[in-house]
Structure formats: structure tokens, C-alpha cells
């Protein structure tokens, strides 16, 4: 019988490749929900949203976005954002890219 080859190491796993620009670096806080993705990034003011596989920037302002949630509301997009403030959509956030 012949004696067992060692195991070779595996390779590390890669995270998901990011879809947000990548000078806005690593998100606070990110998710998704209804197919569309967000990713806030705090030190530059921005969300960054992917639906349909574009990809949107919004100034968030004074905005500290910390979730998602469904939206009652029309404007062809279903998600609202809680912030510090309270609940804020994208049709309160200037589009920037």
C-alpha cells in the first residue's frame, strides 16, 4: 500500500468581490434587500446602491444610515434607510454618481 500524499494547503477563501467604488475602501455597514444592495461609507458621506447591476452614489449628508428597511411609499424604489434622524429615502438624498 502506498503511504498518503499530504494534504495541500487550501487556498483562502476570497470574500465577495466589491461592487462600490473602490476609493470609498470598506463599508460601515452594508445589505440587501428586493435585489437591490447598499453599502454606507461614512467617512466620505456616501451610499452606495446597486440595483440591476448598476451602481448609484448618494451624499447621505449628516445621515448615519444603520439599516434597511421596506418602504411604503412609491418612487420606484421599495427601501428606506434608518439613520440617526430617523427614516430617510433616496428621494431625500442628492444623487451624486
Not at 36 to 58: K, M, N
Amino acid at each position: 500500500m502506498k503511504p498518503m500524499r499530504p494534504m495541500e494547503p487550501m487556498e483562502p477563501m476570497e470574500a465577495g468581490a466589491a461592487w462600490w467604488p473602490e476609493e470609498l475602501g470598506q463599508p460601515a455597514s452594508s445589505g440587501a434587500q428586493n435585489e437591490t444592495r447598499y453599502a454606507f461609507f461614512p467617512d466620505h458621506r456616501r451610499l452606495a446602491i446597486q440595483r440591476g447591476g448598476e451602481v448609484s452614489l448618494y451624499d447621505t449628508g449628516e445621515h448615519r444610515i444603520g439599516g434597511v428597511s421596506q418602504e411604503g411609499g412609491g418612487g420606484g424604489w421599495p427601501l428606506a434607510f434608518s439613520s440617526q434622524a430617523g427614516e430617510v429615502t433616496l428621494d431625500q438624498m442628492e444623487r451624486v454618481g
